[in-house]
């Protein structure tokens, strides 16, 4: 789902739904992006917050501002790692050539970090928790794919051929029913905008991604029903 209404979007959004719902809205950031503080990519799950009136959504965005809310994402992506975490440290702006694509080769890109930590690791793929510090435009879709590791059914950004080069059939037809890359945000922690209290939200791991991730246990030869799925709640 698309958050909010765009060029080509113009109904069926995330906005379009919030609305319905909550008639009073309107006035909240503007008609077209009412009480939107941050954004999910379309095709990415997970938790998302919305403010509700004017003093949430001042409140949120100074948290989102200061990069005090804490964001942690899942994903499984193309290949192995020769370590267990690392950081990018890539400016991320809008690609030379292609407008709907963002890039880490652009001249005027702006400061975005993003750590990660290995979880799982599979014959061809690894589950990796994602801790991004600053919230660019696809910045852990880029970031990933800028260092060789393009997440699992990406359409934007992972590379022309990679799904075809996976010869299990029925991994194939996960990742064709998945429909859509393979990144959730899991948790979401922030100050309640009225008590001052942390509070945290955490987003079940989706079945397509389940069925990707208990598919490459089991071709692993180390399947254990539900193992790397547990490993991903006790992290949460």
């Excluded at 859509?180 to 922690?189: C, M, P, V």
């Excluded at 939200?201 to 989706?206: G, K, M, R, V």
Aim: aromatic content about 6%; hydrophobic content about 35%; proline content about 6%.
């Amino acid at each position: 789902m698309v958050v909010h209404p765009a060029y080509g979007n113009p109904s069926g959004t995330l906005v379009n739904a919030l609305l319905h719902h909550c008639k009073d809205l309107t006035g909240i950031n503007g008609i077209l992006r009412p009480g939107i503080v941050h954004r999910l990519d379309k095709d990415t799950s997970g938790v998302m917050v919305v403010a509700k009136d004017d003093m949430a959504f001042h409140q949120l965005t100074k948290q989102f501002k200061n990069r005090t809310v804490g964001k942690v994402y899942c994903a499984i992506v193309y290949g192995r790692f020769g370590q267990d975490e690392g950081l990018i440290d890539s400016a991320i702006g809008r690609h030379p050539s292609e407008r709907k694509r963002m890039s880490t080769q652009t001249k005027k890109g702006r400061i975005a970090i993003t750590r990660w930590k290995k979880v799982e690791e599979f014959e061809n793929c690894t589950l990796l928790e994602i801790f991004p510090r600053t919230g660019r435009t696809h910045q852990i879709r880029v970031h990933l794919s800028s260092i060789g590791h393009p997440i699992l059914g990406d359409p934007l950004y992972g590379r022309k051929g990679r799904p075809g080069a996976i010869h299990d059939p029925f991994l194939k037809d996960c990742i064709k029913r998945m429909n859509r890359q393979a990144l959730h945000a899991q948790r979401l922690e922030f100050n309640h905008p009225r008590t001052g209290e942390r509070v945290q939200f955490i987003s079940p791991i989706p079945q397509d991604l389940k069925e990707v991730l208990e598919w490459l246990s089991k071709a692993d030869g180390k399947f254990q029903p539900g193992a790397v799925i547990k490993v991903m709640a006790e992290i949460a």
